[in-house]
């Protein structure tokens, strides 16, 4: 099936930016959309950015303005790049991807996660 591998986690000081990548493998498959939910300790996943395509971006209102998605549709690859970071924007970021596998009707994939640290 479709696997989705995050990167780019990490520890970072209030106010500053840090780059997730999601790439999508397998041996054939089709995305529709790619995208970013995050979920902090006691709170539901919630999403943070989503893209059909290669530029239509939607983001939920916390973080308008301060992160930015974008895809290389030919990598297979969907970026988050956040800035302005906040003590609340600490969670743990997955991608998902909504895709066809190479057998079967489309399905929705998670990635692992990771963990983003927004602390001094």
């Known amino acids: 099936q479709v696997r989705l591998v995050e990167s780019g986690g990490g520890l970072v000081e209030p106010g500053g930016s840090l780059r997730l990548s999601c790439v999508a493998s397998g041996s054939s498959f089709s995305i529709t959309q790619m995208g970013w939910h995050r979920q902090a300790p006691g709170k539901q996943r919630e999403m943070v950015a989503f893209?059909?395509?290669?530029?239509?971006?939607n983001y939920a209102d916390p973080v308008k303005g301060r992160f930015t998605i974008s895809r290389d549709v030919a990598k297979n690859t969907v970026y988050l790049e956040m800035n302005s970071l906040k003590p609340e924007d600490t969670a743990v970021y997955y991608c998902?991807?909504?895709?066809?596998?190479?057998?079967?009707?489309?399905?929705?994939?998670w990635g692992q996660g990771t963990q983003v640290t927004v602390s001094s």
């Open positions: 998902n991807s909504y895709a066809f596998p190479e057998r079967g009707p489309l399905q929705l994939y």
């Open positions: 893209m059909r395509g290669n530029s239509d971006a």
